[in-house]
């Protein structure tokens, strides 16, 4: 009943918003802005880490949320918000912001190339991973009380603990044991981790506004690197033996070889690229259809009004397989996780099996 509500909430948000976000945006466009749109600059922006939370613009106001700049140059340490850059319009204390990124600039506003800008900045990345990480342990501690408690042992589960143990009973029986068999419990919090962890982040990314964590190829690429070390660490000799020494021929072993070798290294790419791509393209999409309303505003006003339902109404089509994809890709996450892990120490099982 919980999660429902919150997808019942997330559309109605979803739907909501790009029904008055053209109305807003069109406003905003009067007779004094005769520029066109740029959909691939637009759609750039949406996806990409940003020193804000922007909402939306009506002619000069922006609706956003300024986040903490955190720089450190030859001039030393600097902190302030992000909104002292006016959206990228003005410099700041010998910086600037263009196109997402800080520069040094000299007095005259040109770029100072002599001066290496390291930002630590609390980007919409960031401080969305941080709210995705206190939400996930205040979940978990949350239902791990309950269990200390007796409730769900003793007695029957309720509220969030009743929607999340069917999730944590899929992940053990569907995942973790076909894959690892009797070791599936060592593995278990490390598979129930990451399988939340980028929930709660695919669900966070569809709420408009919001940054699309799961998207940015950085976070992907860590999860992908602990996975790949979590693999090495449970491999055995018999893993190796099958990757130096494959019982082939020898006159293909020199062949087979790096193929297995640079399989290795193919698993957790695999890993960072799926999720990256899927979640990305989502985002992509929902966007372009948006953007097609102005696209054909331009073209002719009436146009873009009439079309505005149809393309609203895909739009949110789009939205709601995301929240299916939502699931299905951290699940995809976990589970090929717990397939590579298994592999690591499946000779072992087969000769245990053959002897």
């Not at 999660?3 to 905003?28: E, G, N, Q, W």
């Not at 097609?292 to 949110?316: H, K, R, T």
Request: aromatic share 14%; with cysteine; charged share 15%.
């Amino acid at each position: 009943m919980s999660f429902f509500r919150l997808k019942t909430l997330l559309v109605a948000a979803f739907s909501s918003f790009f029904c008055f976000f053209p109305i807003l945006s069109m406003a905003s466009g009067g007779e004094g802005n005769t520029g066109k749109l740029n959909p691939a600059e637009v759609i750039i922006e949406h996806i990409s880490d940003a020193h804000e939370f922007h909402f939306f613009s009506i002619g000069d106001f922006h609706a956003t949320i300024p986040l903490p700049v955190i720089l450190y140059s030859d001039r030393g340490f600097d902190i302030f918000l992000s909104s002292r850059f006016e959206h990228g319009h003005k410099a700041y204390n010998g910086y600037k912001l263009e196109h997402g990124k800080i520069h040094a600039v000299k007095e005259d506003g040109s770029l100072d190339e002599a001066i290496h800008v390291y930002d630590f900045s609390l980007t919409k990345n960031v401080v969305q991973l941080f709210v995705a990480l206190l939400l996930l342990v205040w979940i978990m501690t949350g239902i791990a009380s309950k269990y200390k408690k007796g409730q769900g042992v003793q007695r029957a589960p309720s509220g969030l603990q009743n929607a999340i143990e069917p999730v944590i009973t899929f992940v053990r029986d569907e995942v973790a044991r076909p894959n690892l068999g009797r070791h599936y419990e060592k593995y278990m919090s490390y598979l129930l981790t990451v399988f939340f962890f980028i929930l709660i982040n695919n669900i966070f990314g569809l709420i408009p506004g919001s940054a699309n964590v799961t998207g940015n190829i950085a976070f992907t690429a860590m999860l992908g690197v602990i996975s790949f070390l979590v693999i090495l660490f449970s491999s055995n000799r018999h893993f190796w033996k099958h990757i130096f020494w494959p019982p082939v021929p020898h006159g293909v072993k020199p062949i087979l070889v790096p193929v297995e070798l640079l399989g290795v290294f193919t698993k957790p790419f695999a890993l960072i690229i799926r999720l990256f791509a899927n979640m990305t393209a989502g985002h992509i999409i929902i966007l372009s259809f948006i953007c097609l309303i102005f696209i054909f505003g331009e073209m002719n006003q009436a146009l873009g009004y009439g079309a505005s339902p149809l393309f609203v109404a895909l739009a949110v089509f789009i939205y709601l397989i995301e929240i299916l994809v939502a699931f299905i890709q951290a699940f995809i996450f976990t589970n090929l996780t717990a397939v590579f892990i298994g592999q690591a120490f499946e000779e072992a099982h087969h000769e245990e099996g053959h002897h």
